[in-house]
């Protein structure tokens, strides 16, 4: 009788457990490895509450704070390169009313007018579904960056004259970027409540927030889970200019 575990089949059957055990081996092995590294890492505390990670935040808010005030030193060095240029410059007076109206749809000067405000909030804390909803998940509970570029495209759309997000004017370059649960614009940094103000013709505002299918979806959240909306008129807002750069890196004018 031949042994059966001198046959072909038989030692392949025996030589094929050698490479399971060398893997599980490195699988135990590799665990260590990352068990090791993670307590290391952690070093015996909350990676959450770690110093080194609110430090990177208070660094990210000091330099946002700093961004504002140069933002406002160079709207003051422009103001007064302004006056100084307007100053027998020579040029006629429909070159200045040119001039102007070219400022005023760049947004670098102030625009005063009625206008139409909007204010977006993440839901409460505890918020719960309401009745007829399904339970939230955490991003249904949060304002997206969607949200609030829909509320400042309807507001285009409804002819706005100069739209402001908080306290920063929008000009063509302006990018409405969301990060987590905070808003960066123009190297500043903000939370929620999010306010957005247009000035223009507040019953073309309103019909056109009313009109926005992004909008309409959003307030199907406001409904479920309490997201905030308010929208509010003011009779004689006042927009500032922009006081950012107005150079563009990567593109050029056309002739």
């Not at 123009?186 to 309103?206: F, K, N």
């Amino acid at each position: 009788m031949s042994n059966l575990a001198d046959s072909p089949e038989g030692a392949a059957r025996r030589t094929s457990k050698w490479p399971v055990r060398v893997l599980t081996a490195a699988v135990f092995a590799l665990a260590g490895l990352i068990f090791v590294t993670s307590a290391n890492t952690a070093r015996g505390t909350n990676i959450r509450s770690d110093s080194s990670l609110l430090k990177l935040s208070d660094l990210i808010r000091e330099r946002s704070d700093k961004n504002g005030e140069l933002t406002d030193s160079n709207a003051a060095v422009r103001a007064r390169i302004d006056a100084l240029a307007q100053r027998g410059d020579g040029s006629t007076e429909a070159e200045d009313a040119r001039r102007l109206a070219l400022e005023k749809s760049a947004g670098t000067t102030k625009i005063k007018g009625k206008s139409v405000s909007v204010t977006l909030d993440d839901a409460p804390p505890d918020a719960t579904a309401n009745p007829g909803y399904p339970e939230p998940q955490p991003n249904d509970l949060v304002i997206h960056q969607q949200d609030l570029q829909a509320v400042v495209n309807a507001l285009w759309d409804g002819g706005a004259q100069g739209i402001e997000v908080m306290d920063q004017r929008l000009i063509s370059t302006s990018a409405v970027r969301c990060v987590g649960n905070t808003l960066i614009l123009q190297g500043r940094v903000y939370s929620p409540p999010y306010t957005v103000t247009a000035v223009g013709d507040p019953g073309e505002l309103r019909k056109a927030l009313g009109a926005s299918t992004a909008l309409q979806n959003y307030q199907l959240y406001v409904k479920a889970y309490g997201l905030g909306w308010k929208v509010d008129e003011d009779d004689d807002a006042t927009l500032p200019a922009y006081a950012g750069t107005i150079d563009l890196p990567y593109a050029q004018p056309v002739e």
